[in-house]
């Protein structure tokens, strides 16, 4: 199982997610190039170029052998792409809020700059205001870790991948992949624009078996504030698909 991080992200974004992953699964967890630990991608670098580089590290690490693809905000839009040119590395793609399917047309939101504030106080109060209207829907899930995700995974990203997610440009390569499709959404994702009912046509026009699943109460770091539900979900789908089928009489 690929899990792929947001956007001023890194691994970190699935911190709640990959020892419970782990139990059932080889669960790898990169950070895209950009962000966190990764090197910095080629200046001018677009989806199109990370997606690649990413491939050729997964051809590496999986072996041959392939994979459940799960992407979660910009993440989606890499594993879109990914999956689309790269159809041999990946059994199965789960879109987690992922951008560029055209629901918030454009707009941006109303997230405060940080990096010239000097107290460290005024840092963190950005930083919370900015989970709070980005990530979080529940304030009282804004807690120590991820103010401390939130923080340094803001510092060490290099791309604005802001620009990547709006419009529909997610929807292209998506009519592309041939692999089986599933979504999962928080009711109250704020890069939805309030559309959340509309994810499941759009994903069933790639895979009409599509399936799609909101989980009430979260936001868009959907597999933050309800780790448990979305552990639950990704688990039970895989062991789904991986169960044999039965034997004809």
């Keep these: 199982?690929?899990?792929?991080?947001?956007?001023?992200?890194?691994?970190?974004?699935?911190?709640?997610?990959?020892?419970?992953?782990?139990?059932?699964?080889?669960?790898?967890?990169?950070?895209?190039?950009?962000?966190?630990?990764?090197?910095?991608?080629?200046?001018?670098?677009?989806?199109?170029?990370?997606?690649?580089?990413?491939?050729?590290?997964?051809?590496?690490?999986?072996?041959?052998?392939?994979?459940?693809?799960?992407?979660?905000?910009?993440?989606?839009?890499?594993?879109?792409?990914?999956?689309?040119?790269?159809?041999?590395?990946?059994?199965?793609?789960?879109?987690?809020?992922?951008?560029?399917?055209?629901?918030?047309?454009?707009?941006?939101?109303?997230?405060?700059?940080?990096?010239?504030?000097?107290?460290?106080?005024?840092?963190?109060?950005?930083?919370?205001?900015?989970?709070?209207?980005?990530?979080?829907?529940?304030?009282?899930?804004?807690?120590a870790l991820a103010l401390r995700i939130q923080s340094l995974n803001a510092a060490r990203s290099r791309i604005n991948s802001g620009p990547f997610s709006r419009g529909d440009v997610l929807l292209e390569p998506l009519s592309r992949v041939r692999s089986s499709v599933s979504g999962i959404w928080g009711r109250h994702d704020s890069t939805a624009g309030g559309r959340v009912a509309e994810v499941e046509p759009i994903l069933r026009r790639t895979d009409p078996r599509a399936t799609m699943t909101v989980v009430e109460d979260a936001g868009h770091w959907v597999i933050y504030e309800a780790a448990e539900t979305v552990n639950a979900l990704l688990l039970r789908d895989a062991r789904t698909r991986l169960r044999p089928a039965p034997l004809a009489s």
């Design 1 to 143: 199982m690929v899990l792929l991080h947001g956007g001023t992200g890194s691994w970190t974004h699935w911190i709640r997610n990959v020892l419970a992953l782990a139990r059932e699964h080889t669960v790898w967890v990169p950070d895209m190039p950009g962000f966190g630990d990764s090197a910095s991608p080629p200046k001018g670098v677009n989806v199109e170029m990370l997606a690649g580089i990413v491939a050729r590290g997964l051809d590496q690490l999986l072996g041959g052998e392939k994979a459940d693809l799960v992407g979660f905000s910009f993440g989606g839009l890499v594993a879109g792409h990914l999956a689309a040119a790269h159809p041999g590395l990946f059994s199965h793609l789960t879109l987690i809020g992922a951008g560029g399917l055209g629901l918030r047309e454009g707009r941006k939101l109303p997230l405060v700059a940080w990096r010239h504030l000097k107290d460290d106080a005024e840092r963190m109060g950005a930083h919370r205001h900015n989970l709070a209207n980005l990530m979080l829907w529940n304030e009282a899930k804004i807690d």
